[in-house]
Structures are given as C-alpha cells and as structure tokens.
C-alpha cells in the first residue's frame, strides 16, 4: 500500500484538577502534606505581593523596567515545588514564584531588575541559573544542564521555561531537538501567557497547541490549566519521575495569562481589550488556591492576614536591604572576564571620563577616547 496514515506513538494530554469555579477532580487531586499547602500559598502570595512593590519602585525610578508575574505564579511555583533541591531549575523572567520558592532572597531579585550584576549571581545551595531576558536563550543552557545531570548520573532533572513567543525561536527548537535525541531528563515547560508583547497567540504558530510540538521530536507532552497550581504539580510530579527514572524529556504547556502591562514600558490597552483580561481575572490563580485551602481547612481568614502581614515586613526589610547596596557603575566591566579585554578597558575610560567631565561642571563634552 503506496498510502497510509502514519500511526504516531506519543501522548497529549489536558490536564485541569481544580476549575477557576472551585470545581475539584477529587480523582486527581495530588497529595500535599498542609503544611507544604500553607507555604505554597505564602509563596504564591509573596511573588503577587512583591510583583506589586517591583512595580510601584519602577514608576518611583527605584529599579529598571519591569516584567511583571501577575496571574502567572501557579505555572512557575508547580515546578519549583515538583523538584528537590539537587535538581536544577533555569528560569526565564516571569518565574518569581518558583525562584522564591527556591530560596532566592528578594533583595536579589530586585538588584537583578535595577541592572546590577550582583542579581544573577546564584546563591550558595541553590541550583538555578538566573533570570534570563534574551528570549529563548535559557533553552540552551537548560537543555546543557539536563544533559549534564544524564552524563553525572545522580538522577538529577533539570526544568527549563520558555514563553508562548519564545517557542518561535531557532533556541527553542535546537534544545527540543536535542532533548529528544539525547533523552535528556528534562521538563521543558511553555508558560503559553497568550501574548508575546503584542502578538497574540494565534499569530505566533499555526499548531494547534504548543503542547503537539513535543511529537515532533520524539517525546509526550502535557497542556495543563497552568492557573491551577494542583494540575500543574500533577504534571510536574509525573514528568519529573519519568526524567528521574532515564524516560527521557516531557514538554508541558502551561494555559495561563499575562494579567499585568508586558513591561513597565508597555502599554496592552494598545492591542487586548478590557473584557479579555476581565476574562482571565476571573482565573486568577491566587484566589483559586486560597478558596482551596480555606474549604479544606488548612486557612482561614485570620491565618490569611498574619501571613499578609508578614509578607509585607519581609518585603519592607528586602526593600530597604535593596537601597543600602551601594552600586558600583564600573562593576559591570569587571564581571565578565578575569582579565578585561582592550575594548572594555576602553569602554571604561570613556566612562570615567564622562563622570569627570559631569563632577567638573565644565559644558564642553569631552571627545577623548583612548
Ligand atoms: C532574542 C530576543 N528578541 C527579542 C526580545 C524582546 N522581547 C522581550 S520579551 C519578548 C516577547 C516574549 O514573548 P513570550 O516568549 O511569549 O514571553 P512573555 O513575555 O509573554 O512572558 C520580546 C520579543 C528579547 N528579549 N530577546
Ligand atoms: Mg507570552
């Protein structure tokens, strides 16, 4: 038979455990001790809470532009909570939640977003690598990450996060092609937000789903209500198992949405409407979690304002932490190289005369470059 249609071994499949109406699939809802349930929250909290303050200091001139996580926190903290610390976790920008979760201090993170290099320096006992902006660039190094932990043979996995408009980047797929054929143990996931700046989703790829791309290269794949943190730490459990256990890389589409302005130097009004962020607002993932717990008994509203509270003492104490660093501008030369390289030191020099010049009052500009 000259034709025939190709029967293709791979699974996708949707997952949704708990429904922006408090609908529960009690067949499906993963087990977490209430313990880990109240700090899930408090970090869910934490990363909306200090999404605020981030951006609040931009609009103040305290930090640089801003990429805000609003709306978006389930589908990074799932991940974050599915790995144990000997895991590695390389984050794109929109993954407070899960850094927070893994021990960064939110000094640090706000350091990061007002330019200085001391933000993406990772913190003893942390397997991260730092924030990532050039979009798709993480995918590589994940991807080499992953790799690694296969070749050091201790288990270890490694998740790597990438954007809706990220998967349309060469990056994106050489790691996907890579992962497949090298059997990597990793757990690439999309936050499929809708929006890449102002492309929306259906202009980004013809594929019906994000999720179908994994097929493509030899491996399954999940497309998960990534709003609703139960069904993203279910498919996170299940991935990371099968990377453990040698089963290889597993894609995981996360439906969320961009609540927020893409950057403090954005303005959506220009290109969604209203009633679409209304929509996703009603989807909220952090009082999706909070009406969880309460019917469960693991809240109440008490215990909902004292971890407010203390919330906002840690945000005060990491602001303040924040302001007392004192920045140096010529760090930025000396943070690459062991040795500065002729055009940084040129680079340099330039500099140091133009803060001379600006100290010495003087109007004309000086030229001198060496
Ligand atoms: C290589 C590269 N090209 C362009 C940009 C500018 N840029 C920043 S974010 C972004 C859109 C990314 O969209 P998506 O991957 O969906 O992530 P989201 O911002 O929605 O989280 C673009 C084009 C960049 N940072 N890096
Ligand atoms: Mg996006």
């Known amino acids: 038979m000259p034709r025939k249609t190709l029967e293709i071994p791979r699974k996708i499949e949707w997952l949704s455990v708990l429904d922006h109406e408090g609908n529960l699939d009690k067949k499906l809802e993963p087990k977490i001790p209430a313990e880990d349930l109240r700090k899930l929250y408090k970090t869910m909290l934490n990363s909306r809470m200090f999404d605020e303050r981030c951006f609040h200091m931009q609009r103040q001139g305290r930090i640089g532009t801003y990429g805000p ?49 001391a933000g993406a320096s990772v913190a003893e006992g942390i397997n991260d690598l730092p924030i990532c902006v050039p979009v798709a660039s993480q995918c590589q190094y994940g991807m080499g990450v992953a790799w690694g932990c296969k070749l050091r043979g201790k288990g270890q996995v490694c998740i790597t996060f990438c954007g809706d408009g ?81 089963g290889g890389p597993t894609l995981i589409e996360c439906i969320t949405y961009r609540l927020g302005v893409h950057t403090t130097a954005d303005d959506p009004k220009k290109y969604r409407s209203d009633d679409e962020v209304k929509e996703w607002e009603a989807k909220d993932p952090l009082p999706r979690l909070r009406d969880y717990l309460i019917k469960k008994g693991v809240l109440d509203e008490k215990g909902d304002q004292a971890v407010r509270d203390e919330i906002k003492a840690a945000l005060d104490a990491a602001t303040h932490k924040f302001e007392q660093y004192r920045h140096d501008q010529y760090e930025m030369f000396h943070h690459m190289f062991a040795d500065m390289t002729p055009e940084l030191q040129r680079q340099m020099a330039e500099l140091k005369d133009y803060h001379e010049w600006k100290e010495s009052g003087k109007k004309r500009q000086p030229s001198r470059v060496i």
Do not use: C
């Open 69 to 117: 996580t609003k709306g978006q926190e389930a589908a990074s903290l799932g991940f974050a909570y599915a790995i144990g610390k000997d895991d590695w976790l390389v984050p794109s920008f929109r993954e407070t939640a899960a850094m927070l979760w893994r021990g960064w201090e939110m000094d640090k993170i706000l350091l990061w977003w007002a330019g200085n290099e």
């Open 166 to 246: 990220g998967t349309s980047e060469g990056d994106f797929h050489e790691a996907m092609n890579f992962a497949g054929v090298y059997q990597t143990p990793m757990v690439m996931v999309i936050q499929n937000n809708q929006w890449a700046i102002s492309i929306p989703r259906e202009s980004q790829t013809a594929s019906q789903t994000i999720a179908q791309k994994a097929v493509a290269y030899g491996f399954d794949a999940f497309q998960v209500d990534g709003n609703d943190l139960l069904a993203v730490i279910v498919a996170a459990r299940e991935a990371v198992e099968k990377a453990r256990k040698g």
